[in-house]
């Protein structure tokens, strides 16, 4: 499942079978991460979980650039990969950058935002990381995916249901009355 932001899910506790700010808490498996090689990543996943993860980082090994004409946009093929543990006690098996890779694609196709020569851009940062949590809230909540045959929350437990669009927009109107009180 996708985890949205935080101002998204300080509406959503309140729907869900989660008690508020448990979220780290309610007894899910302990979590397995996996990276590319970017150090920036390692510095990331340590401020966020402190070495309490099970932590792997992927690095591809890519062969030298074709000069044939046909190929100059095209990457490098991919040779092989070197795995490391960063922390933890990784299941080997599960050591992939896949999932995460479908979901950046997801929401570069989902969410127009993210696309090259658009004009669907955000002038404020806040309302980029707004409509971020949005499309993260209905991916979890209100789309059935085909291989669940459930929304994500349904199968992680947070829901029972599938969320309508009116119930999700429905959030913004508690947060709004609840801001204005």
Known sequence: MAIGFKLTFSSIYSKTKIPSGTLPAVGLPRI??????????AEAVEGAFGMNVDYAMLIKLYGAPSDRPDTRYSPAACIGTRTGIL??????????????????????????????????????????????????????????HQTLRVTPAMEAGLTDHIWSLEELVGLLDNKTLQSAA
């Open 32 to 41: 397995q991460i996996t990276t590319d090689g970017h150090r920036a990543y």
């Open 87 to 144: 922390s933890g006690n990784p299941d080997r098996q599960h050591i992939s950058t896949s999932y995460v890779e479908r979901q950046n694609l997801n929401l570069r196709m989902g969410v127009r935002r993210f696309t090259r020569l658009t004009n669907a851009f955000s002038k404020k940062f806040e309302n980029h990381c707004h409509m971020v949590a949005i499309y993260h809230a209905y991916y979890n909540f209100c789309r059935v």
